[in-house]
């Protein structure tokens, strides 16, 4: 388990194991990479982050990951992976569910979307983006983005 403070002063514990069954997880965070970019949503109130968002009711994990992707991007993503995943120590607490997932089909984005837009960056991009969501620059993230570039070979 890796633990960190987040930009908000808020403990964070991070975990690149399933989630044990007792974890009430209803957040969820996608990771995917496409010809070398990353693919990001632009927040309305946040900026730049990956895409990801809250669980409905009677969804899965998987369900939301996808759907909440196209949401916010309008990208079709398949091959949905678990990854990580990380409690905020915040009131309520609350777990987020962190998958990887690779392009099947991208769609115009239109004004229907959630977000403002979407951008495809490099990690140095992402990286040193000025107008990062502030979740997108925690300790936590950069360990994710680490083990996730690791990996890549295998997407």
């Known amino acids: 388990m890796f633990t960190f403070i987040d930009e908000n002063g808020l403990k964070c514990e991070l975990s690149f194991n ?3 069954a007792e974890k ?3 957040h969820v965070l996608v990771f995917v990479l496409y010809e070398g970019k990353w693919l990001c949503t ?22 939301a990951a996808i759907r909440e992707v196209y949401e916010e991007t309008a990208v079709h ?11 905020v120590h915040d009131t309520p607490v609350f777990s987020k569910a962190v998958f990887t ?19 495809w960056l490099t990690t140095e991009e992402l990286v040193n983006h000025p107008s990062l969501s502030f979740y997108m620059k925690d300790e936590g993230m950069k360990k994710m983005l680490q083990v996730v570039k690791n990996h890549e070979r295998q997407w």
């Open 18 to 20: 399933k989630a044990p």
């Open 24 to 26: 009430e997880i209803k």
């Open 77 to 87: 993503i398949t091959d949905l992976n678990w990854f990580a995943y990380y409690v």
């Open 42 to 63: 632009i927040n309305k109130k946040r900026g730049v982050e990956f895409p990801g968002g809250k669980v409905e009711p009677g969804e899965t994990l998987e369900e």
């Open 101 to 119: 997932g690779r392009v099947e089909k991208i769609d115009e984005f239109t004004q229907e979307h959630e977000t403002l837009g979407i951008t």
